[in-house]
């Protein structure tokens, strides 16, 4: 395992996301068992556990692809556990999956663009009656979706299909079109998953880059080095409960966490 840890501490912010007391059965089955925790404005939060812990369930959870059984979850001091995912969304809630979802009919341009779909399509009357104003701000988006792909180094591949894309350069083409949406807080759903140590680096490096820039990061991941480089502070789950929570040192020397996720010694850096 990688002993570097994040050193950024964010000024003290106020909360921006939370779950609290949040469960989910299925059937008799308890996947998250009473779990709690915030995300601050600014913060990288890491969410981690072995196989099996909860963590993608929280997460389905909190984006709203999931409904809870018990609890609740609040986003810019909303209580938003029953709003629709669509609606999180258009607080400013951005997510990408554990599985790359692009379009691979359309060029990486305009996959970016579907980002901003939110922000151009109001009704097929009103595009109708206001057609100058869509088409300019269909200018707008495409710049901006190239600036985005620019920042992530795909700039000179927006006219190429999606699909003729490795899989890592499609990993940023998402997170492009997740920033699309100007998103108050980027739900990332194990980012570095299929990427080699090369473009997992990178993938750190840019991440770190957004988060320094103020924008707010929860992260599922199972590459734990990662995550201890990245995050300034980590949720530690097992068999769907909360069993640790702080930075990357205390977490790294919690005797539960060693237990139950990084096994004999803690040598393991993924699960």
């Not at 809630?93 to 979802?101: G, K, N, W």
């Not at 920042?151 to 083409?173: E, K, N, T, Y």
Request: charged fraction near 20%; hydrophobic fraction near 45%.
């Amino acid at each position: 395992m990688r002993t570097q840890t994040a050193s950024r501490t964010p000024i003290e912010a106020p909360q921006l996301m939370s779950i609290r007391g949040g469960m989910k059965r299925f059937g008799g089955l308890v996947a998250v068992d009473n779990v709690s925790f915030d995300v601050r404005q600014g913060e990288a939060v890491g969410l981690i556990g072995p196989n099996g812990a909860g963590k993608s369930t929280t997460f389905n959870l909190i984006t709203g692809v999931d409904g809870l059984s018990a609890g609740e979850i609040f986003f810019k001091q909303e209580n938003i556990t029953k709003a629709p995912l669509h609606r999180r969304s258009a607080m400013g809630m951005a997510r990408t999956f554990q599985i790359v979802r692009l379009f691979s009919g359309l060029t990486v341009l305009e996959n970016v663009m579907l980002g901003f779909h939110p922000q151009l399509v109001d009704g097929f009357i009103p595009s109708l009656l206001r057609f100058r104003k869509v088409a300019a701000d269909e200018r707008r988006c495409a710049q901006r979706a190239m600036e985005l792909l620019q920042f992530v180094g795909l700039a000179p591949r927006a006219d190429d299909l999606i699909s003729h894309l490795p899989h890592g350069q499609q990993r940023l083409v998402e997170i492009a079109r997740a920033l699309a949406s100007e998103p108050g807080i980027l739900l990332l759903d194990e980012p570095a998953a299929g990427l080699n140590d090369e473009e997992t680096a990178g993938l750190g490096r840019m991440l770190r880059l957004l988060n320094d820039d103020g924008l707010t990061i929860l992260i599922v991941e199972h590459d734990i080095g990662f995550i201890m480089g990245l995050c300034h502070r980590i949720v530690v789950l097992d068999h769907g409960a909360k069993i640790a929570e702080g930075d990357a040192a205390s977490v790294q020397s919690d005797p539960k966490v060693i237990e139950a996720y990084l096994g004999t010694g803690g040598a393991h850096a993924k699960n």
